[in-house]
């Protein structure tokens, strides 16, 4: 069975500086890996998602995270923090490919960038 | 926008009473999802539809039954409403793309059981 976990419930850093969320899964298949990004009182928005293809994936809003098989991670992260990357962050993988993926989420991470 | 529609957005109802959520799509996707969230669990499926009339459970089925007579709309139907079901839900759909298929979701529907 696939799952996935996201270290540190809640992460705190200062604008400008590195922004590192940390997520580690296990799938018995080779895994589809996604990172969502969910801003108050709204949907989930895709920020990258893993499909075998290149290690590391860029997403968007300046995010990128890289797939490490050795180490079942899949961490997170910007260069920058801006004020705006306030938001709560999941990951999630599926081992189903093509067409349906059937997500497991981890539990989501808090960001909150202080000025 | 992936052209998902959730209705109601909120809604508040009593113990034991019928609810149905309605996930409408207007871009002919094959795959819908119904996922619940919940603080300190992420997001948990409770059941999907690879077309019509073709549904399965997901981790969080018990006390859900869904519907999918047309390719468009996807229902989730809480029988006999519980307080343990006081949730965020939300649907989603899987759409191609030049990097393969992505899920996208909707906005959420707000239920609150008293």
């Known amino acids: 069975a696939q799952s996935v976990t996201q270290l540190g419930s809640h992460v705190s850093v200062s604008e400008g500086a590195l922004v590192l969320l940390r997520c580690n899964y296990s799938?018995?298949?080779?895994?589809?890996l996604f990172w969502y990004v969910q801003y108050p009182n709204q949907g989930l928005q895709l920020l990258l998602k893993y499909t075998s293809a290149a290690t590391l994936v860029k997403g968007i809003n300046g995010f990128e995270a890289e797939f490490k098989k050795s180490e079942t991670s899949f961490h997170l992260t910007k260069p920058s923090a801006h004020m705006s990357d306030a938001a709560e962050y999941f990951c999630?993988?599926?081992?189903?490919?093509?067409?349906?993926?059937?997500?497991?989420f981890g539990k989501g991470t808090l960001l909150t960038v202080n000025p | 926008d992936a052209g998902i529609t959730q209705s109601p957005r909120h809604k508040v109802t009593e113990t034991g009473t019928p609810v149905t959520l309605r996930c409408h799509q207007t871009?002919?996707?094959?795959?819908m999802y119904w996922y619940r969230q919940d603080p300190g669990h992420g997001l948990r499926l409770i059941h999907y539809s690879y077309g019509v009339k073709d549904t399965d459970k997901g981790e969080v089925s018990d006390g859900y039954s869904v519907s999918r007579s047309k390719t468009e709309d996807f229902l989730l139907t809480l029988e006999s409403a519980t307080s343990s079901q006081t949730s965020v839900y939300f649907c989603?759909?899987?759409?191609?793309?030049?990097?393969?298929?992505?899920?996208?979701f909707g906005e959420g529907s707000w239920l609150t059981v008293v």
């Open positions: 871009e002919n996707h094959r795959y």
């Open positions: 999630a993988v599926s081992e189903g490919g093509g067409s349906n993926y059937k997500l497991t």
């Open positions: 989603a759909i899987s759409a191609g793309g030049p990097s393969g298929n992505t899920i996208y």
């Open positions: 799938s018995s298949v080779p895994p589809y």
